[in-house]
């Protein structure tokens, strides 16, 4: 039964169990592909902030093939989640959308054969998407889940040009309208503490948020993964950076959450990369579901809920 605290924010997994009926574990999948922000055809070295092996689950790597990298994900979650009523391949790592047509057909359905496999979540850059490849997707969705998840990070150009991400805000609005207009869910990622960025302007986000027409929202504290462009940046200009101490964080991402939409699903508030890939740990070793608990915790305490202020703002 859902307690009074589950309710004060639209979880994802309360949306997936609602919508679906059963708890969907993603296992991550890495499918080969690149990203145009390493293969040079927009720039090399990649966004500053960006290792993408910090997030790879050991099981995932693209020397298997996409069902052994789906059945060890199984087996690896088995013992740990015996509650999932399935699994959602999530191509995950690099851009998922950057290969020709042909290339994703055959990755994605691959994953779609795999019989405990009910759909996909797809991570991509917004400029990695064109009308075929989301006609196609349209389709697939007709037969199973399929959630975009775009990359945004940031809704400022000034940010995204400091980070290198080589594309612009307004490209990630139209990527995510094209994709809303098929009728597929669509989910965005964002960072808060990126360099430049004031606690104002994160707040200030909020608004920009809700007038994207996304399903799902996910954010990341940033965290400084070592051998990136960000680390020397962080060496040099510390003073560049918003930092949180947990409790501080999620004091502020409540202050976010008040604002956004009530419907959005919030998928993830903060999360944790493993301590060998971070320049540090300032939080300590707190996994997902404490830093859950205590988020629901201090929602209670301060008796607030998501959207508080976004009927007063709008
Ligand atoms: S964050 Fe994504 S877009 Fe940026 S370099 Fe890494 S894989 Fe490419």
Redesign the pocket.
Known sequence: METPESRRYNSQADYIKEKYGVRLQKLVVDAGFT?P??DGSKARG??T??D?NAFHPNYSTPDKSITQQLDEGIEFHRGRYSRAGGYLAYFQ???NTYAPLEILKQRYEEALRHPEVKGLVIGT?PDCVDEAKLDYLQHLAQDHIIMVEY?IESCYDATLEHIN?RHSYAEAQQAVGQTVARGLHTGAHFILGLPGETRKMMLDAADKINALPLSSVKFHQLQIIKGTKMEEEYALHPERFEKFALAEYIDFFIDILERLRPDLVIERFAGEVPPRFVNSTPWGLVRNTELLRMLEKRLCERETFQGRLYNAKN
């Open positions: 990203c922000n390493r990649g966004c902030f960006c993408n790592p690099y851009s850059r990359g991400r």
